[in-house]
């Protein structure tokens, strides 16, 4: 019953298969939705505790520079390993939450940074406390570093979720392992395609979501 | 992970046609073969662009468009042209490998101070000049950095070659998880991500030793992280 309800490409066409790409597409966001969540959380922390902590920084930073390096497929078997669960999602999760991770802390810290002193000092003479000069000035002040970082993990992580293809999972990857096998040209590009049109649309989104939530930045702009 | 290890320390699974020895060189090989071929396209034109000012608008839409394109389908598309030849492999990593180094070496082209520039125009240098001795140079650690990040980005697309019928390490995996033999491929994961962090660590101490062979090491501060960083998409 549960098999009967999985769309599954028919004929060597485009028409007709709409419904497959969009039940992949939808498992494609989720997938990478909950991935780029984990990273986020993972990331805020780690970041306002490398904020404060240089030493802290300084572990991260070695930490996020090896992830960074570690081929996906190679990183997804290995979490595979650990957890002992190859067939479900979570070790793909873990992967590419890990990879979110290592691209936003660096963004988050370098954005604290970038707060210029005379603001933090204008905000601690003003009576905030640290945690609110923390949540009121300089995490505003560092959306855009930290927007900027969140669209290239987001970006990266739609792509990668393709990886999982090769193990029959992986969203849209799915398509092109099994378009592969079937010899159908079109549900590969359908399934490449599809996931550039994704990385796209979630980009503009998150260049939207920036905009309006930086009100300030435009009215500088503005003003020259 | 258990299973991993009785594999990886079984000797017979080292040597032979189809052992990791030969899996590694296949590996360093594709590898190797489409970062030469990707620094002879990007370092020049990258070169150009920095230079003269012009097209980096377009360095940097290219870069991050590249980013979205799954390299699975990438691979698979090609592939489809000439089943298990060495080439559509070989494209297919050339594509993901110019844009770092192309984007890296305009940016550190033209990220050099105007007052040095000045200075070799001052002194008597032509454009030429200028670029070979000043530029180029002051833009090294720059074109290091975007080699570095396209020779990571190779090797780990190069795992997945192995999906298209190819050798490499990504072979290992793919044939340990077919068979379920799972020390097969877990062990090959870890080679795979061994290697990746053996280069990468050759690399950090490559740019080590070139920062600090400058005179005065006034080039700590540049980034030794890829410029590549900066969004695209939109």
Known sequence: MLLASVPEWSGAQLSGNWGVIVHYAVIHVQLALAALLLGCIG???????????????????????????????????????????????????????????????RNIVEGLRAVPPAVTDASSAMGFTRRGRLLKVELPLAVPAISAGLRVATVSTIS?????????????????????????????????LATVALAGIIDVLLVVATRAVTPWRRIGVRNG | ?????????????????????????????????????????????????????????????TTGAVRAIPTLGLLILLNKLQPLALW?????LVVLAVPPILANTAAGVAAVDAGARDAAVG???????????????????LILSGIRSASLQVIATATVAAYTGLGGLGRLVLDGYDTQNLGKAYGGSVLVVVLALLIEGLYALAQRVLARSREGGG????????????????
Do not use: C
Not at chain 2, 123 to 141: D, F, H, K, S, Y
């Open chain 2, 88 to 92: 559509p492999v070989e494209a297919a």
């Open chain 1, 160 to 192: 990668l979720v393709s990886v999982a293809g090769i193990i029959g999972r992986g969203g849209l990857g799915f398509l092109l392992t099994q378009g592969f096998q079937k010899d159908n040209p079109w549900e590969i590009w359908a399934g490449v």
């Open chain 2, 1 to 61: 992970m258990g299973s991993a290890i009785s594999w990886l320390t079984t000797s017979d699974n080292w040597g032979g046609s189809s052992g990791i020895w030969q899996r590694l060189l296949e590996h360093l090989r594709y590898s190797a073969i489409a970062l030469v071929i990707a620094a002879f396209i990007a370092v020049p034109v990258g070169l150009l662009i920095g230079h003269t000012g012009k097209g980096s608008g377009f360095v940097i839409g």
């Open chain 1, 43 to 105: 990331a805020l922390i780690l970041g306002l505790l490398s904020f404060r902590y240089r030493r802290v920084y300084a572990v991260v930073l070695a930490f996020s520079n090896a992830v960074y390096a570690m081929p996906s497929l190679g990183l997804l078997f290995i979490i595979a390993a650990i957890t002992g669960r190859i067939l479900d999602d979570h070790p793909l999760i873990i992967a590419l939450a890990l990879y979110t991770l290592t691209i936003l802390v």
């Open chain 2, 123 to 141: 002194i008597g240098m032509n454009g030429r000049q200028t670029l070979w001795r000043v530029e180029v140079p002051l833009a090294l650690p």
């Open chain 2, 219 to 234: 080039l700590d501060h540049l980034p030794l992280a890829p410029v590549i960083e900066a969004p695209a998409i939109s």
